[in-house]
């Protein structure tokens, strides 16, 4: 799909899509979270230098202590997560995993991501460098959350789906009760356009 001065120029579906077809953003969806996060620093919500477990009282005492909401929002926390989608021992692996993505092999250590993110470990201080980590986006909801006292699904509706003309309902995928905005939000084409 093609915009020109806000009109559709192109749009083509293969595939047996239609324009009423969802389909899954997988990372797109970050950028909703981020629009979101947004919205509510805006609001005066969230303070984005201010320590993420002023917002989620469980991360005290974790590997993110000491880590801010801009650490989050800029992928520059020091957290261990691997991010390597084939390997089965790989943090994002069990993400997927807990997500409902992905068939479990046997016993998790876990039960859901929220539980995954307070048994990480850092591989160096918080702040030093950029290293994109799909579990952060799952934090960052999980502030936003906390800090709104809405669900993401709720908060995704009210600042950012209901503003847009969208023409149908997002899917967020939850699973286990947590919603999953790093790769789970599923829309139609025109819909992601706006």
């Not at 509706?157 to 939000?185: F, K």
Request: charged letters at 20%; a negative charge.
């Amino acid at each position: 799909l093609v915009l020109h001065g806000g009109r559709i120029a192109f749009e083509h579906y293969g595939a047996g899509m239609t324009p009423t077809t969802t389909h899954l953003l997988q990372s797109v969806s970050k950028s909703i979270a981020g629009t979101v996060a947004g919205v509510l620093v805006g609001r005066g919500l969230v303070d984005p230098d201010a320590p993420v477990k002023e917002y989620v009282h469980e991360l005290a005492g974790t590997s993110f202590e000491g880590a801010t909401v801009r650490h989050v929002l800029d992928m520059r926390t020091g957290t261990a997560y691997d991010e390597t989608y084939d390997d089965p021992a790989s943090d994002v692996f069990l993400t997927e995993v807990l997500a409902g993505w992905r068939p479990a092999a046997g016993d998790l250590a876990v039960a859901n991501v929220y539980e995954q993110i307070l048994s990480l470990g850092n591989a160096r201080p918080h702040g030093e460098v950029f290293d994109y980590r799909s579990i952060l986006t799952e934090l960052l909801a999980w502030v936003l959350e906390r800090a709104s006292g809405v669900r993401y699904p709720e908060l995704v509706s009210e600042t950012v789906w209901s503003r847009i003309g969208a023409e149908q309902d997002a899917e967020i995928t939850i699973r286990h009760g947590v919603a999953l905005p790093d790769g789970g939000i599923c829309v139609t084409l025109r819909d992601l356009a706006r």
